[in-house]
């Protein structure tokens, strides 16, 4: 009886009022699992203090902006190879944790979670040197160098795959934290398309992708039997959307979507970079994937995302250096074939994880009731 009243206790206390510290940012992927978790947190408990210490990278205010979490924009030096270690890497490094130490004693968090990249690497150093727990978040089938070095210092590690947790120490398979998303099943009414016409998505990622870009873009001539829906990012939107407007194509073209639920609720099939995160949004919703991972992304980490989905059922996996007429071909029947992009929508289903947030805080509260 009285462990039950200890322990009830200790969870009030946590529901009550916990301090949350977000270590990161610099990419859509990177943030949107740590909204995600954060507007958990304050469902769960409405008085909640959360911050975010963020990157400087402009889509970090961007995004964090349209959110009501605290958020600092924190120097983050990245590794560049032993050349500038000393000139650059080491004193900027040490500027960086000092600052970071100082926000997260101010904030006085009970725990920091990082959000994955080198980002997040002073903060939850900081964290470390303060005895503040770390739990990191990863959103990879291949573990990222920054979550493989910050390992040794945190509780665990949330892996999004499978595939991930034998990779890391203190790996478990959580799933990806992802925004509550809807599709909306009036998107193509109130996007003005023609219902009859199959939609395609087109998704670069919070950056945009130009090379999926130039495909799509070089054959809009093509695209006249489908309805578009193209976040292309600031750079090509209007190259991009003159093509579509050129060729008479039904299209909704935009920098950057803030209306997933558009997105998302016209599209039959959404092409796009093999983020985890976009990943674990579009699958948790059931939407087939063609998938062209970021050739440059470090250690080929979109490559084996875009390998574990294709295995699951749930994606297409197309190489970048594959986009050409074959390919289109490919996407032409894709489009035609109804059965097809009905059983990887229902691989995706299996696939997703619509409750990873909670899975995740879960395990966060069991890191502080230690």
Avoid at 99 to 110: G, I, M, Q, R, T
Avoid at 226 to 237: E, K, L, M, P, R
Avoid at 262 to 278: K, S
Avoid at 296 to 312: I, L, P
Wanted: proline share 5%; hydrophobic share 45%; with cysteine.
């Amino acid at each position: 009886m009285i462990l039950q009243l200890f322990h009830a206790h200790i969870e009030k206390k946590i529901r009550r009022a916990p301090a949350v510290a977000f270590a990161g940012g610099g990419t859509g992927g990177h943030l949107y699992p740590a909204i995600a978790l954060a507007d958990e947190i304050r469902r769960r408990t409405p008085d909640a203090r959360v911050t975010f210490l963020c990157t400087k990278r402009p889509i970090d205010e961007v995004i964090l902006s349209r959110t009501s979490f605290d958020h600092h924009a924190m120097a983050a030096p990245r590794w560049v190879g032993f050349t500038g270690l000393v000139g650059g890497f080491v004193p900027e490094s040490w500027s960086a944790f000092r600052n970071a130490y100082s926000e997260l004693k101010s904030f006085n968090p009970d725990i920091v979670v990082g959000v994955g990249g080198y980002g997040s690497v002073p903060t939850v150093l900081a964290a470390r040197a303060l005895g503040v727990p770390v739990v990191l978040l990863e959103q990879n089938a291949i573990v990222g160098r920054a979550n493989q070095f910050l390992a040794r210092f945190s509780k665990l590690v949330c892996c999004q795959w499978k595939e991930a947790v034998k990779l890391i120490p203190g790996g478990v398979f959580t799933g990806n934290p992802i925004r509550q998303l809807d599709r909306d099943p009036e998107a193509r009414k109130s996007l003005g398309f023609d219902p009859k016409k199959p939609t395609i998505g087109i998704l670069g990622g919070s950056q945009g992708a130009h090379a999926i870009n130039e495909f799509f873009r070089l054959r809009a001539h093509r695209l006249k039997d489908w309805n578009v829906v193209h976040a292309t990012g600031q750079a090509d939107w209007a190259q991009v959307d003159g093509a579509y407007r050129f060729n008479n194509v039904s299209a909704w073209v935009t920098p950057f979507c803030d209306r997933m639920d558009l997105f998302y609720g016209a599209a039959d099939l959404v092409v796009c970079r093999a983020g985890g995160t976009t990943i674990a949004e579009a699958t948790a919703l059931g939407i087939p994937l063609a998938l062209i991972p970021l050739p440059t992304s470090a250690n080929g980490h979109q490559r084996a995302n875009a390998e574990a989905a294709e295995k699951a059922g749930a994606a297409w996996h197309l190489p970048e250096a594959a986009l050409d007429d074959i390919a289109f071909d490919r996407f032409e029947r894709m489009m035609r074939d109804r059965s097809t992009l009905a059983r990887m929508s229902a691989a995706g289903w299996e696939l997703g994880n619509a409750v990873a947030a909670q899975v995740v805080l879960r395990k966060i509260e069991a890191v502080l009731q230690e």
